[in-house]
């Protein structure tokens, strides 16, 4: 029905006949002349119809409305010196239409104003809700095009450079909860049993290794049901890979030319190679997050040696129950943040609050240069411990020094959410910055208070370092992350492929040996029948797109994405199913919806 898309005209094209099919985006009259701007997923071009150049088309270009489906014939025509426009790539050009013809009306009064030329900003639940037209607004529009040019240049650079075979592994699998929670699908044909929908294709990315594809990768689908935030969905895409025979360094080596293909193919950014890294002990000690922002400054200083014999008890307190003390220096601070934000109540003590913080002490330093210290840290520093301090953090005329004291992770956890709250309150992020770097060096397992068991930071098939093995407990692991501007955008690890070692993790988490051979018996197994040394890697596609694009959600990167609250509002899923389904599936709901308070 047509001969070129709409965003592909350019003066080359001038004085030929073309064929074009898309959305009227914008009807305008002047004067008799009608001009309309005709949309589809590659552009805009203008369309003119003259009632004495055209007279066949006028009639049809009078009834035109926003949003009508046609196709259009005419002839590419240079646009007057004073109409052109730079905005668009079609702008050198106009199509005076010999022809319209109408596809289909629109029959309702639009929801939203889709049209390039509109600004208005449309909630994001009508968004959702009409889907179908969001996805015909130019930001959308660009955002899955932009996706597509990702996930097309992952594929050229392993298919074509590194010489991965994509393989695609089950989407019904079995249940092993190590994580997530997973969603459960019911067996009809074995009733009482059930499948999972996978978290992630570890074993099976593993298996492949066994069986000798040394080189995998797959554009996978995912599912965790877990509470949700702005880069999370109940279903999701990674990029997944997996090698043989590739030491960490080879990994790591081959990963950043990923990335840096990406970045060059996509964006027409050149990034420097190799990556920085940061060992995770390095990452909580400077930043107190093992995915931190380096585009910015505002490194932390433990000063726990200093204040374990200090008189201010909250301090002393807190090192000799088993925590630290650590300060956020703020340059220029004091004219920026006032006492009242820090105190109860303020925005700053707010944050502290909730990454757990019981209070947030801070000192200033004055124009003078000295130390100003306030009621009881005053009483309870030397003038020895004040120089320090200012020696250690290098702090000027001028600065705040925030402090954080108590059990390390919420430490961390409260200076690494004022960090970055303060960055963008002062203005200190270059958002034309692009930071990657990876965090290696993880723990093998962290400790599960609730549970009383130690479990795996990241999962239980990562390799602990050799130099660690003697002791797993405290081992650190052979994993890795990719962190990108303060989001993690991509994970992995050399695994485990000898089956002593990965019986000894399972003892570790708690896991008997009939439960491991219960859940994993079959990589067990598998593990007795020469199993390669290898290691992989999983970048979340959707977060990685969203970055791409300067989103903040990645609902805005996913063609049908879910609600903040798992649901989809386009189709109205998840929903009630019939009773006769749930008997053939042997499942009955226990649900009791609450009764609704009388009015």
Not at 231 to 249: A, I, V
Not at 292 to 309: A, H, I, Q, W
Not at 405 to 427: H, P, Y
Not at 474 to 499: F, H, K
Request: charged share 30%.
């Amino acid at each position: 029905m047509r001969t070129h898309y709409c965003g592909q005209l350019r003066k080359e094209q001038i004085g030929e006949t073309v064929t074009l099919c898309g959305w009227v985006d914008r009807r305008r009259d002047h004067g008799g002349v009608i001009f309309l701007d005709l949309r589809d997923r590659t552009g805009i071009v203008q369309i003119v119809s003259d009632p004495v150049r055209t007279p066949a088309s006028y009639e049809t270009a009078e009834a035109m409305r926003s949003e009508y489906v046609v196709k259009i014939t005419g002839r590419v025509t240079q646009r007057p010196a004073d109409s052109l426009n730079p905005k668009l790539a079609t702008g050198e050009v106009e199509v005076y239409a010999d022809g319209i013809e109408l596809l289909n009306k629109v029959h309702k009064s639009l929801p939203f104003q889709v049209s390039a030329a509109e600004t208005e900003q449309v909630r994001e639940e009508l968004r959702l809700k009409y889907r179908y037209l969001d996805l015909r607004r130019e930001r959308m529009s660009r955002n899955l095009q932009l996706r597509h040019a990702v996930v097309k240049a992952i594929r050229r650079y392993l298919e074509d450079a590194q010489g991965f075979i994509e393989v695609e592994t089950p989407v019904l699998t079995r249940s092993t909860p190590e994580g997530a929670r997973d969603y459960l699908v019911p067996s009809r044909v074995n009733p009482g049993e059930w499948f999972a929908l996978p978290q992630s294709p570890q074993l099976f990315k593993q298996l492949l290794m066994v069986s000798g594809f040394d080189r995998y990768y797959q554009i996978a689908r995912c599912f965790r049901d877990e509470d949700l935030r702005a880069d999370r969905q109940p279903e999701f895409t990674q990029l997944d890979m997996e090698m043989s025979f590739m030491s960490l360094e080879d990994i790591l080596e081959l990963n950043e030319g990923l990335v840096a293909h990406i970045f060059k193919t996509v964006k027409g950014v050149e990034l420097p190679r190799p990556f920085p890294r940061l060992t995770y002990a390095e990452a909580m000690g400077r930043y107190g997050s093992d995915k931190p922002d380096t585009r910015y400054g505002l490194e932390l200083v433990d000063v726990s040696d200093l204040m374990k014999n200090s008189g201010f008890k909250v301090f002393s307190g807190a090192i000799a129950a088993g925590g630290i003390v650590k300060i956020l220096p703020v340059p220029g601070g004091n004219e920026a943040i006032s006492n009242v934000r820090i105190k109860p109540g303020g925005d700053l003590f707010n944050e502290a609050s909730a990454a757990g913080a019981k209070g947030l002490a801070y000192i200033r330093v004055r124009d003078d240069g000295e130390i100003d210290t306030i009621g009881a840290i005053k009483d309870n520093l030397s003038e020895e411990q004040k120089q320090e301090l200012r020696r250690r953090t290098g702090a000027q005329s001028g600065d705040l020094l925030l402090f954080g004291a108590g059990e390390a992770s919420v430490v961390n956890k409260t200076l690494d959410r004022l960090r970055q709250t303060i960055a963008r309150q002062l203005g200190l992020i270059d958002e034309s910055k692009i930071n990657l770097l990876w965090v290696t060096d993880f723990p093998m397992f962290e400790w599960n208070a609730d549970e009383k068991r130690w479990e795996a930071l990241h999962h239980p098939f990562t390799a602990p370092h050799p130099d660690d093995v003697g002791d797993l407990k405290s081992a650190r692991a052979q994993a890795y992350d990719l962190v990108l501007n303060g989001y993690e955008v991509g994970g992995g690890s050399r695994r485990i492929y000898q089956r002593d070692i990965q019986e000894k993790v399972f003892e570790t988490i708690g896991l008997s040996k009939e439960e491991a051979y219960n859940k994993f018996g079959f990589l067990l197994e598998a593990f007795e029948y020469g199993t390669p040394p290898h290691g992989g890697i999983a970048y979340g596609l959707d977060r990685l797109v969203m970055l791409l694009a300067g989103e903040e959600s990645i609902r805005d990167v996913i063609a049908f994405p879910k609600t903040q609250q798992a649901s989809c509002l386009l189709t109205n899923a998840p929903s009630g199913v019939d009773e006769k389904q749930l008997k053939e599936l042997h499942v009955a709901s226990t649900y009791k919806p609450k009764d609704k308070p009388s009015s």
